[in-house]
Every structure is written in structure tokens, then in C-alpha cells.
């Protein structure tokens, strides 16, 4: 119960912190100078890549969309940008766990502050494949007879202070639906990143998140880098996971091209 409610204090510090912060950096005009948008819409990030996922798979995610006809393939992501608004992806990993999976990313939004993107996914969670996916991922999962389908979707809103400070959240619902006798359920998260960006193409990240919100399935807080060169990406993290009662350990880590 004690680190239960430690984690989820830090989730609600990390909420109130940035939105005072917001308040103030909206107040003084921050980013007037420091951002612009193209004639397409697109955010431009001025010394600083900006992200398009967060490092703890499923629930985390940022509003920005990538400009059109550019790729990234990495160890948490494979995507392709098919126009300035939609990009499809794959998480090579979930292979790994047997579970196809494919998503799409809609940007609903963006200015030179705020950006806004729907994600949707299908992911199939092959036979006995649900206990293995769902101790790295998500909530319990166990399906020894049948394939369970889970399609998440999310909406994300990243908020940029200034070039050196940014705010994404994601709310998300990760629905189950099974071909067997196991329960079809939609799991509610929310998760919180808050990205420092000390100096050119270094970036530090504290993480935190609920998923299954009311009822606290899963908890988890954490801190990560990063480094954005002009062609790959390298990120690595280590977080803490409560869960039915037990805080597990979890180191992860992402490389990946930006092509």
C-alpha cells in the first residue's frame, strides 16, 4: 500500500508540476521565439528532435506526428509517415511475445505549443502468448486456448514550454475482446512524460503512469535519457512497476534509424 500510493503521489506531483509550470510559461510568452510551424502544420523543433513514442510500450505516446515520407525503425517501433497527418507503425518486440500488431497515428492538431494525435492499434495475442505479453506490458492476460484480440487507442497531447522543457500525457483505453470464455474488458490508462532537454540532442525524461486508473492494476514511475543524433536514436530507462502488490524492477531500453 506504501508504494502504491508513493508512485502515484509522484504521478499527481509530476500532473501539478507541469501545469503550473505551464501557467507561467504561458503567462510570459516563452515560446514566442523559439517555435514555428511550416505551411504544412508541422511543428519545428529548433536544436531538439522531437519524440513521436515514449519508451514504456503501450500506454505512453506524445501528439506529434512525423513529417511526411520519413521512417524509423527501431527495437519499440517501425514507422512510416504516409502523409504530414497519418503514420502506420509496428512494434517489432511484440513479435517477439507472438502478438502481431499494427497501429496508426492520426494527428487531430498541432501548433507552434501544442499537439494533439489519436492512436489506434489491433494487436492479436496468439494462443498461451497472453501470460509472456502481459508481464512486460499491461494488465493480466491469459488465454492457454483461445487468441484474445486487443485493440488500444489512446489520445495524446504533448505541450511545449519551452525548447528546453516539454509535456506529454496520453489517455488510452486498451479494449480485450477473446474468441474463448475470457472476459472482453476495456482497461483505462494514463500516463505522463515529463522531457528535459539539457543540451543539444541530449535529453533526460521522468515517466509515470496508471493503468487501470480506478482500480490500479498496474502503477509505474520512472526515469530515462536519451540521445537524437541526425540518424539514430539511442534511449535506455529504468522504471518502478507496482503490481498485485509487488514493485518489480524494469530496466528498458530503445535504438532505433531515423531514415
Not at 163 to 184: C, G, M, P, V
Not at 212 to 235: D, H, I
Amino acid at each position: 500500500m506504501v508504494v502504491r500510493n508513493t508512485l502515484v503521489s509522484i504521478l499527481a506531483c509530476l500532473f501539478l508540476t507541469t501545469s503550473v509550470l505551464a501557467e507561467v510559461s504561458s503567462s510570459n510568452n516563452f515560446n514566442s521565439s523559439l517555435e514555428h510551424t511550416d505551411s504544412m502544420g508541422n511543428m519545428q523543433n529548433k536544436g531538439q528532435s522531437l519524440i513521436y513514442n515514449g519508451l514504456y510500450p503501450l500506454a505512453e505516446g506524445t501528439g506529434y506526428v512525423a513529417k511526411e515520407y520519413s521512417m524509423q525503425a527501431a527495437w519499440n517501433e517501425l514507422a512510416y509517415s504516409l502523409t504530414n497527418r497519418f503514420t502506420i507503425s509496428t512494434q517489432p518486440v511484440l513479435f517477439v511475445y507472438r502478438t502481431p500488431n499494427v497501429s496508426l497515428k492520426t494527428k487531430l492538431f498541432q501548433n507552434s505549443q501544442h499537439a494533439i494525435a489519436l492512436n489506434t492499434g489491433f494487436n492479436v495475442l496468439l494462443q498461451n502468448s497472453g501470460e509472456l505479453f502481459s508481464k512486460h506490458y499491461t494488465t493480466e492476460i491469459k488465454n492457454p486456448n483461445a487468441n484474445v484480440f486487443v485493440l488500444p487507442v489512446g489520445l495524446s497531447h504533448s505541450y511545449r514550454f519551452n525548447q528546453y522543457l516539454d509535456f506529454h500525457h496520453t489517455f488510452s483505453s486498451l479494449n480485450q475482446f477473446a474468441e474463448d470464455d475470457i472476459e472482453n474488458k476495456a482497461t483505462l490508462a494514463y500516463s505522463a512524460i515529463l522531457q528535459m532537454n539539457v543540451v543539444k540532442n541530449h535529453s533526460l525524461f521522468f515517466h509515470g503512469g496508471d493503468v487501470g486508473l480506478a482500480n490500479n492494476e498496474v502503477l509505474y514511475s520512472g526515469a530515462s535519457y536519451r540521445y537524437t543524433g541526425k540518424t539514430f536514436f539511442t534511449q535506455i530507462g529504468y522504471f518502478l512497476r507496482y503490481r498485485n502488490g509487488v514493485t518489480e524492477k524494469l530496466p528498458l531500453f530503445d535504438l532505433g534509424f531515423i531514415l
